[in-house]
């Protein structure tokens, strides 16, 4: 079966990257029919150590967590450290997915299941943004790029 008690570690909410994320896991959560319990939330900084300290206080608040979504893969490689230390298996116990598809995650321990946003695509985007910034004031419209899911051995 499923997952059911899916974790997320955020960034900081004061960004707009870590409330999206936040809002996609919810969505998520709704699209499944599961509740969203704000148990399952911990906000983290994009630091190994911050993932790893938010994934502590998430197995104290939800020893029964199955999964966690980290916003970044530094975060869940700090969170893997954690779960490491507290012998949980990954992916038997708990599944762990990052963001970002950045080199780290192909080397972590098990290999890290990771969203990828396509990079040319973000440069792209930035520079238009910066563009739109430089001559009209503001970016002209909200941009949201495509992502992929990249499976490895941690999911």
Known sequence: GGRRRVATITGPLDMDVGR????GWR???AEAGVPASELLVEVGDFTEEG???????????????DAVFAASDLMAVGALAELRRCKRQVPG?????????????RHTN???TTVRQPVE????TMARILTDITQHGA??????????LVVRESS
Do not use: K
């Open 20 to 23: 999206s994320r936040l809002a």
């Open 27 to 29: 969505t998520a959560h």
């Open 51 to 65: 993932g790893a300290n938010a994934m502590r206080l998430l197995l104290e608040r939800a020893p029964d967590l």
């Open 93 to 105: 116990d708990v599944a762990v997915v990052g963001f970002e598809d950045s080199v780290l995650a």
């Open 110 to 112: 098990p290999p890290l």
């Open 121 to 124: 695509e973000l440069g792209r």
């Open 139 to 148: 970016p002209r419209q909200q941009t949201t790029l495509p992502t992929e």
